[in-house]
């Protein structure tokens, strides 16, 4: 989910598309690209201009890493990301579920 932004969060870490690319090694139009396929959430400044949480540079090393590990498209890639996100949160819970239980 997109968020518009009316300023910055002053405590928070953004980087600017350039910055950003640069940071990941990711072309400016591959990180649009990316974006417009829900890969990255940068908030959207006043001005249209996109702002990407620094965090988002753990997100961008993760769909390289799939994408030179596997043979897939970036749709694909994303697909993956988010089962694999998936798996974390059910074993996290699992294993949370089985310490209430006591096994």
Do not use: C, Q
């Not at 090694?25 to 249209?48: H, K, M, N, Q, Y």
């Amino acid at each position: 989910m997109t968020t518009y932004a009316l300023v910055r969060h002053p405590g928070a870490a953004y980087l600017d598309l350039r910055t950003f690319a640069h940071a990941t090694g990711l072309s400016e139009e591959l990180v649009r690209r990316l974006t417009a396929l829900g890969l990255f959430d940068p908030t959207i400044g006043a001005g249209g201009e996109l702002w990407f949480p620094a965090g988002e540079l753990v997100a961008a090393a993760r769909i390289r890493r799939l994408r030179a590990g596997l043979p897939l498209n970036y749709a694909a890639v994303g697909l993956v990301a988010d089962l694999l996100d998936r798996i974390a949160e059910l074993e996290a819970a699992l294993r949370t579920g089985s310490r209430r239980s006591g096994d």
